[in-house]
């Protein structure tokens, strides 16, 4: 009763901009329409008027003090999500950040997705030689102390795997989360060598097209770059997030080719061969390749497509009651910057522009979100991205008929999140 | 005091150029050590199409068959027919009704990738515990398993890039996608 009253007293000032209660994201910049704000907190955290206050415990005893090496509140229990391991797949496998939980743009180091071919080598870094050889005037071995010598850069760029989201083309896991269906992104600010300066060094051939990159792991997983993509933009990457790269993501050393599908970022890197053809590893033939209906596979398929992701509310997350809520999620592009995010509560039909929160950085995550009055009914919410280059995220239905289900590589496609009366959210197809 | 004030003006204002100096001077660091490709023949192991990088060597899928029923078998089965998705490197047909089963025979576009990734990558449980004799044989099973060469074909840096893969043109090169 009390609920119904105070809906009314604000229905008039909150400015609907899309169907099934999507509100202006003027009302998240506290612009204008005074008291939407106001009705948002309420809504949300749904306060009391009688609550009384005491100082809690922790306030009356002093905590422990200064540690090596912090972690995370005890209070908050944030992991991947792997599967199990398999004996007959030693080290082999993926795990997927909890985008969910996560707010802002940067993913926490222990929290970053992970994909190893045969698991995290114990790389002594007093042991590991960096090789370019090939085409180039003089081959070059590099020790882990000498290159931290050399002039660094620092830039902040997304990673993805080209088989996150894949589980959506094949239409499965209604009870996926975000973190299961899409935990396969993150993004931190990595630090290195530009790949050119030491591809200089060397002397690059006027024949060379092509770089090969092999890691130190068990697999000496290996992948071709093109030439001036690592003249362009690739980079060493000796640091993440400020701190030494972790063995997870590659320590002491690994690729990193911006924009581009994960697996090119090559981990724990110890050869650059200069070649005049792709090496045709493995791991950019037999996999990492995209089987259209056709039967014709399309083989380095390199850059990341536009996307974006609602994360909250998202798969298994409840909508507790009717209500004013944050929409917000993630956007990125391996073809430059998020330019604009549009959201949609009725499954496609009507869209408005969500609020941008974050930087708007070239191939890095971008925040944004949107005020949304949920009655009760139900509701599909999705988003929708367009990056600097004008292209827009697809539906679900475009991948399907431009690239088939037989691939399962570069899905950028619209997540749709179905919330039921009750208040269940849930991945739907629309 | 006007004096000792000036000097450490001068100080810090020295200190400050040389920090700019040592950073301008970082740009030109070359700090790679020399080294010959004959000194890397044991540590690169890239084994292209052309043929390059292959090492010296032969084999035949008679003399790979025992190699790989004990070493491979476990993971892959006796006849290749894997025991998971992941470990399926024999059969399939890429025109198939189907969502096509895509294996080395049916789907891989070169021979020298199987050699190059059983050099690097396989067994799986002990990588690069196969000396380069023993990687040609086991490299001519598989092949052989996929019905690509005879039992008794010798495979060598020049015979082995050359077998012909079905599905070699069975791929669109979009690397100029950037």
């Known amino acids: 009763m009390k609920q119904g009253k105070l809906e009314k007293k604000r229905q008039p000032r909150l400015e609907k901009v899309a169907g099934n209660g999507l509100l202006s994201r003027r009302h998240l910049l506290g612009l204008g329409l005074g008291g939407a704000g106001l009705a948002m907190s309420q809504a949300v955290m749904g306060q009391d008027a009688g609550l009384k ?9 002093p905590g422990p003090g200064p540690s090596a090496y912090g972690s995370a509140s005890s209070h908050v229990g944030l992991e991947r999500q792997s599967g199990f391991g398999n004996p007959l797949y030693p080290g082999g496998g993926a795990s997927r950040s909890p985008l969910q939980h996560l707010q802002g743009t940067i993913t926490p180091n222990n929290l970053h997705f992970e994909r190893h071919h045969a698991g995290v080598p114990d790389i002594d870094p007093a042991g590991h030689k960096l090789v370019i050889n090939g085409l180039v005037r003089q081959p070059l071995v590099f020790d882990y102390e000498d290159l931290l010598k050399y002039t660094m850069v620092s830039r902040i760029y997304f990673l993805e795997c080209s088989g996150n989201s894949g589980a959506l083309l094949y239409g499965g896991n209604p009870d996926g989360t975000a973190q299961s269906l899409h935990g396969l992104v993150s993004c931190a600010e990595w630090t290195g060598i530009p790949i050119s300066t030491l591809l200089e060094e060397a002397g690059v051939l006027p024949e060379a097209r092509w770089i090969a990159a092999v890691g130190a792991d068990a697999a000496s997983m290996g992948r071709s770059v093109p030439l001036n993509k690592a003249m362009d933009d690739s980079m060493l990457a000796l640091f993440q997030n400020g701190e030494p790269v972790r063995p997870e993501q590659g320590y002491p050393m690994r690729l990193f080719n911006p924009g581009w599908e994960g697996n090119t970022s090559v981990k724990w890197l110890t050869q650059i061969k200069v070649t005049r053809e792709p090496a045709q590893f493995r791991d950019e033939t037999s996999k990492y390749t995209d089987t259209m209906p056709d039967r014709k596979s399309l083989q380095f398929t390199f850059p990341m497509d536009v996307k ?3 994360t909250s509310p998202s798969g298994q997350m409840t909508v507790a009651r009717n209500g004013v809520y944050r929409v917000n999620g993630i956007a990125w592009s391996g073809s430059g910057s998020i330019r604009r995010v549009e959201v949609s509560a009725d499954g496609g039909s009507t869209w408005a522009d969500a ?24 509701a599909v919410l999705q988003s929708r991205a367009t990056d600097s280059t004008g292209n827009v995220q697809p539906t679900r239905e475009a991948v399907i008929a431009a690239k088939g289900t037989i691939n399962r590589y570069h899905n950028p496609c ?12 849930t991945n739907v197809y629309v | 005091m006007y004096t000792s004030r000036k000097l450490i003006s001068a100080l810090a204002l020295a200190g400050f150029c040389s920090a700019v100096f040592v950073s301008s001077a970082q740009e030109s660091v ?30 035949t899928a008679a003399q790979g068959k025992a190699i790989f029923e004990s070493r491979c078998a476990a993971c892959h089965g006796l006849n290749g027919e894997g025991n998971s998705a992941a470990t399926i490197i024999v059969g399939g047909d890429m025109q198939s009704e189907e969502s096509p089963l895509r294996t080395v025979g ?10 190059d990734f059983i050099r690097r990558a396989m067994p799986a449980d002990a990588p690069k515990s196969l000396n380069d004799e023993e990687a040609y044989q086991v490299a001519a099973y598989v092949l052989y398993l996929n019905g ?31």
């Not at chain 1, 206050?53 to 005893?61: C, N």
């Not at chain 2, 023949?41 to 292959?54: H, K, N, Q, R, T």
């Not at chain 2, 060469?149 to 599905?167: D, F, H, I, S, Y």
């Open chain 2, 148 to 178: 690509l060469v005879g039992e008794n074909e010798v495979l060598n840096a020049e015979t082995l890039p050359q077998v012909r893969m079905p599905n070699a043109d069975g791929f669109i090169d979009q690397s100029d996608i950037q």
């Open chain 2, 30 to 59: 070359r700090l790679g050590t020399p080294v010959s490709e004959a000194d890397l023949a044991g540590f690169d192991l890239i084994a292209e199409p052309s043929g390059a990088g292959f090492p010296s060597g032969s084999g």
């Open chain 1, 308 to 310: 974006s992701l609602i």
């Open chain 1, 53 to 61: 206050l005491e100082i809690p415990g922790w306030s009356k005893t």
């Open chain 1, 414 to 425: 619209i997540q749709s999140w179905g919330v039921s009366p009750s208040g269940e959210v």
């Open chain 1, 355 to 378: 609020l941008i929160d974050s930087q708007q950085l070239d191939k890095a995550l971008t925040r944004f979100s949107i005020p949304w009055q949920w009655d009760g009914s139900p």
């Open chain 2, 106 to 115: 049916s789907y891989w576009p070169y021979a020298s990738t199987v050699f």
